[in-house]
């Protein structure tokens, strides 16, 4: 089982990227994968779950979007209008079958290495 997120990289506020996660092993499609992400000094927080529904946190809606790609075997997350506070280090996750509790780091079994997301002028 192993997850691997890509697509991190410096872009300037406004900008857009998109961060991938690829899973391998098993099929993603059957489970919950949630983004987190982690800023220097800060604890890791729930960015968005994708399940049978999606969920955001209120920082992000309307600017992030989370997709999957079942043939693929990897979730999105489309990042629009990225500001300097989405600067992180971003991981996936998945072990859950919803996004039942999807905040709590604890539910997950299967975590990415990270991908570093720096947001500047």
């Known amino acids: 089982v192993q997850l691997v997120e890509s697509g991190g990289g410096l872009v300037q506020p406004g900008e857009s990227l998109t961060l991938s996660c690829a899973a391998s092993g098993f099929t993603l499609g059957n489970y919950a994968t949630t983004w987190f992400r982690q800023a220097p000094g800060q604890e890791r927080e729930a960015v968005s779950c994708?399940?049978?529904?999606?969920y955001y946190r209120d920082s992000v809606k309307g600017r992030f979007t989370i997709s999957r790609d079942n043939e693929k075997n990897t979730v999105y997350l489309a990042i629009n209008d990225p500001k300097p506070e989405d600067t992180a280090v971003y991981f996936c996750?998945?072990?859950?079958?919803?996004?039942?509790?999807?905040?709590?780091?604890?539910?997950?079994?299967?975590w990415g290495k990270g991908t570093q997301v720096t947001v500047s002028a």
């Open positions: 996750a998945t072990g859950p079958s919803l996004c039942y509790e999807w905040l709590n780091s604890r539910m997950y079994s299967y």
């Open positions: 994708i399940a049978t529904t999606t």
